[in-house]
Structure formats: structure tokens, C-alpha cells
């Protein structure tokens, strides 16, 4: 009985060579990749046939070759554009590629579980190219809550996901090129910054309000507030602390506003 694992074994090795461009060719060009990803044959067209530009194979090659050799961006890579034979259509003079990602995720699922990839390796490559096209966007102009939510269908695959999109650039217009790297700069600046802002908004200080109060024999105001801000401060510097070790630091900090 063959090993059921052995394509993806093969295609794993192929590619996670640092440089793997040669051996996907290679692969390509004596008839191996047939039956290992038989879509990906189908590739060899042209991305725009009225301008006669970017062979759609060759530009995913291209940009495996730029991504680190991990195995689910490197998949990722390989299967973010598989779904275009399946989508091309012609409208108003253009080709188009609509919802490609969306059909490449179904293809890439069905491709890699025949090969024999392990089920979470798989998932996450499927929401990799899903999520491929999404930032296509954000040069349009994202809400806050637009970039929330791109970071949270990403989950643990943001880092990666972000990489390879980056890479997904293979423009010769350095200007162009230039131009989707600092929007992804941009988007990852506002990320880091939306969850910090999330962050510190769900911190709470190891003490709540009433127990203040009631402590310190206050009444609702300025000064409770200020207690609150105090202790919070506390558990950024310190850490979660006993209640006793908080009352006491509480009493402290009372006594010399008193």
C-alpha cells in the first residue's frame, strides 16, 4: 500500500528549499507537479491577455520564492491564486477574477487533503487564501473596526499572512512596489496601536470602586477615581497583588494625600 503522506512529503521538500523557484520549474517542466498539484498547470495564462501581462504561473512561483521557507506560508503561497482559471471572466474590455479567493480556499482544501497534509496544516492554509485578497482594500480606507476585524479572522496566522502578501508584490514599478509596503506598514502600525488602545480599555484595577469606598470611607467622586487610576497603575508596574498588599500600597498612598 503507497504511503498516503508521500505527496505531501514530496511537495514539502520541493518547497522548503531555501531557494525553491528551480525545483518547482523542475517539477513543472518534467510533468511531476501533473500529479502532484495538477491545478496549478493551469495557471500558465495570462493574468491581463488584452495587455499581455503577467503569466499567472511564473507570478506565483515568484512569490513563493520571496517568502520564507514555513511550510504553511510557502503553501499559501503556491495555492493564493489558484482559483483564477475558475473565476476569469471579461467585463467592459477587462479580465476580472472575482471572488478567486474565495474558490482557490475550496480548491486548495480538497488538493491538500489528497496529498495528505495533516487537517490543521491544511485549515490554516485555506485561511491564508481566503484572507489573500482582503487587503486589496485597505488602500480604499479602513474604519478602526474594519482593521479589527481583518486581525481577528487572521488570528495566529496575521504575522504570517501579512508576509506573504507582502511578497505577493512582484511589480518592476518601484513606486507601485513601494506603495503596498508602506500601506501594509500602515495597517500593521494601526493594528499594534488598535490593540493596545483594547488593551488598557480592559484593564481593571485589582480593586473595584465600591471596595475603595468602602475602605477608605469615601463617597462617590474625583477621589475614588483617582484610587482607581492609582492601583491601576499598580497592576501594570506590578502585576496582580494580594488584596492585602493592595490596601496596604492603598493606605500608603491615602495617608500621604491626608
Known amino acids: 500500500m503507497s504511503d498516503p503522506t508521500a505527496g505531501a512529503d514530496r511537495l514539502s521538500t520541493i518547497l522548503l528549499e531555501p531557494d525553491c523557484a528551480p ?5 513543472v517542466d518534467s510533468g511531476e507537479m501533473d500529479h502532484l498539484v495538477p491545478e496549478l498547470l493551469l495557471l500558465r495564462m495570462e493574468q491581463d491577455p488584452i495587455h499581455r501581462h503577467k503569466d499567472v504561473l511564473a507570478h506565483t512561483i515568484a512569490v513563493v520564492s520571496k517568502t520564507e521557507p514555513e511550510i504553511t506560508v510557502r503553501l499559501g503561497a503556491l495555492f493564493h491564486d489558484i482559483g483564477k482559471p475558475r473565476t476569469r471572466s471579461f467585463e467592459h474590455g ?10 482557490g480556499a475550496r480548491m486548495a482544501r480538497k488538493r491538500l487533503a ?14 491564508m487564501v481566503r484572507l489573500s485578497g482582503r487587503f486589496k482594500g485597505y488602500s480604499d480606507g479602513w474604519s478602526d473596526s474594519a482593521v479589527r476585524r481583518y486581525a481577528r479572522d487572521a488570528g495566529p496566522l496575521l504575522g504570517r499572512l501579512n508576509h506573504m502578501i507582502r511578497c505577493d508584490c512582484t511589480t518592476r514599478n518601484r513606486e507601485k512596489a513601494a506603495g503596498i509596503q508602506a500601506a501594509m506598514d500602515d495597517l500593521e502600525t494601526r493594528i499594534q496601536s488598535l490593540a493596545e488602545e483594547e488593551r488598557r480599555a480592559a484593564e481593571r484595577p485589582g480593586l473595584d470602586g465600591q471596595v475603595v469606598m468602602e475602605h477608605l470611607g469615601l463617597e462617590p467622586g474625583r477621589e ?3 484610587a482607581l487610576a492609582f492601583l491601576l497603575a499598580i ?4 502585576g496582580d497583588l494580594e488584596t492585602e498588599e493592595l490596601l496596604r500600597r492603598l493606605d500608603a ?6
Not at 477587462?94 to 474558490?103: D, I, L, N, Q, S
Not at 489528497?114 to 485561511?127: F, S
Not at 498612598?253 to 491626608?258: D, G, L, N, S
Open 23 to 27: 525545483g518547482l520549474w523542475a517539477s
Open 253 to 258: 498612598w491615602w495617608a500621604e494625600r491626608t
Open 224 to 226: 475614588v477615581g483617582e
Open 94 to 103: 477587462e479580465v476580472t477574477f472575482r471572488h478567486h479567493e474565495a474558490v
Open 114 to 127: 489528497t496529498l495528505g497534509y495533516e487537517e490543521q496544516l491544511v485549515e490554516e492554509v485555506v485561511e
Open 235 to 238: 497592576k501594570r508596574s506590578a
